[in-house]
Antibody, heavy 114, light 109 residues
Framework: QLQLQESGPGLVKPSETLSLTCTVSGGSITMSSYHWGWVRQPPGKGLEWIGSIHYSGSTYDNPSLKSRVTISVDTPGNKFSLRLSSVTAADTAVYYCGRLEKYWGQGTLVIVSS | QAVVTQEPSLTVSPGGTVTLTCGSS?????????PYWVQQKPGQAPRTLIH???TKHSWTPARFSGSLLGGKAALTLSGAQPEDEAEYFC?????????FGGGTKLTVL
């Protein structure tokens, strides 16, 4: 059974870059043709899809995030990462990683504040 | 960007049946949108109940089923239980770019 764990700073200053990593255990990140993705949820609000990556490196991302998103994969390390640049308070959210058709991480709260 | 629409809230009686729907601003929801249904209870991480219209996981109670209905994706709950009270999000794919609906808060009362 796959498990996913998000890690990264819980506090980021405005205008800086948010960086999170999702470590996959219990199976290889290359085991499936599915994409690995990031989702966020601002406090009290719904889910927002951020983007996804295939282990080959192909990516899709949310156009509403205006090219602030970079998703990368580290197949030897069995993990993938999210970078979100020029953050503002509106980026404060719980960030989830997952292989969304089946597996989700527990989420990590990131607060954007000076 | 496409907008995915869901009923904001629904109420079902214990043992009753309810259908949640998921529409797309671009037109009828089709197989190629690969609809997912995601359940989230307060304070918990989401979990996917159904993917690719109707494919369930081992943890998906048999009382949940997914389908395409009248140009929308649909999640039907037959024989609602108190533990089914949660928010339900649908997720559609548009050529790889995915969009969540706003969620349906389901009350079992």
């Amino acid at each position: 059974q796959l498990q996913l764990q998000e890690s990264g700073p819980g506090l980021v200053k405005p205008s800086e870059t948010l960086s999170l990593t999702c470590t996959v255990s219990g199976g290889s990140i290359t085991m499936s043709s599915y994409h690995w993705g990031w989702v966020r949820q601002p406090p009290g609000k719904g889910l927002e899809w951020i983007g996804s990556i295939h282990y080959s490196g192909s990516t899709y991302d949310n156009p509403s995030l205006k090219s602030r998103v970079t998703i990368s994969v580290d197949t030897p390390g069995n993990k993938f990462s999210l970078r979100l640049s020029s953050v503002t308070a509106a980026d404060t959210a719980v960030y989830y990683c997952g292989r969304l058709e089946k597996y989700w991480g527990q989420g990590t709260l990131v607060i954007v504040s000076s | 960007q496409a907008v995915v629409t869901q009923e904001p809230s629904l109420t079902v009686s214990p043992g009753g049946t309810v259908t949640l729907t998921c529409g797309s601003s671009t037109g009828p929801v089709a197989r190629g949108h690969y609809p997912y249904w995601v359940q989230q209870k307060p304070g918990q991480a989401p979990r996917t109940l159904i993917h690719d219209i109707s494919t369930k996981h081992s943890w998906t109670p048999a009382r949940f089923s997914g389908s395409l209905l009248g140009g929308k994706a649909a999640l039907t709950l037959s024989g609602a239980q108190p533990e089914d009270e949660a928010e339900y999000f649908c997720l559609l794919s548009y050529g790889g770019v995915r969009v969540f609906g706003g969620g349906t808060k389901l009350t079992v009362l």
